[in-house]
């Protein structure tokens, strides 16, 4: 089995399926889209824009981040493969975890999005993603 490769900046990336913008979860304005991306050789990516109660929700409750976001999330075959991956909820848990928290330059520890990547291996557990360093898999640290 051919392991996927992580994209390079330079690798074109093809915008396959789009929320639009989303609509309130209980009242609460959290996402403004989920979209989902193909990169050639590499394979599929979620990629959340989540706002500043979106940060906040999910960073005190994860599941009702992740509920908030798979009601979102496009109708689309390979967005349901996805959610179905552990290593995709790992993802987002680290998100979330690191989502409130700003660098001293004013960018987010967790992205402006959250970028949630199938071919990513799952961890053992949560905790594996977020004492990472860099925190989930990104290519800065804090």
């Given at each position: 089995?051919?392991?996927?490769?992580?994209?390079?900046?330079?690798?074109?990336?093809?915008?396959?399926?789009?929320?639009?913008?989303?609509?309130?979860?209980?009242?609460?304005?959290?996402?403004?889209?989920?979209?989902?991306?193909?990169?050639?050789?590499?394979?599929?990516?979620?990629?959340?824009?989540?706002?500043?109660?979106?940060?906040?929700?999910?960073?005190?409750?994860?599941?009702?981040?992740?509920?908030?976001?798979?009601?979102?999330?496009?109708?689309?075959?390979?967005?349901?493969?996805?959610?179905?991956?552990?290593?995709?909820?790992?993802?987002?848990?680290?998100?979330?975890?690191?989502?409130?928290?700003?660098?001293?330059?004013?960018?987010?520890?967790?992205?402006?999005?959250w970028d949630l990547?199938?071919?990513?291996?799952?961890?053992?557990?949560?905790s594996e993603w977020?004492?990472?360093?860099?925190?989930?898999?990104?290519?800065?640290?804090?």
């Amino acid at each position: 089995m051919a392991v996927a490769s992580q994209p390079t900046q330079a690798q074109a990336q093809t915008l396959v399926a789009n929320s639009g913008k989303c609509a309130p979860w209980r009242g609460a304005d959290l996402y403004n889209f989920v979209r989902l991306y193909y990169y050639p050789g590499s394979g599929y990516q979620l990629q959340i824009a989540p706002t500043i109660n979106g940060r906040i929700f999910a960073n005190y409750d994860f599941s009702v981040g992740w509920a908030a976001m798979t009601a979102c999330a496009p109708s689309h075959t390979k967005v349901k493969e996805l959610l179905g991956k552990t290593t995709i909820r790992q993802q987002f848990d680290c998100h979330a975890y690191w989502g409130t928290k700003k660098f001293a330059s004013g960018g987010w520890w967790g992205g402006p999005t959250w970028d949630l990547e199938g071919w990513r291996p799952a961890r053992a557990n949560d905790s594996e993603w977020i004492w990472d360093v860099p925190p989930c898999g990104s290519s800065s640290s804090p």
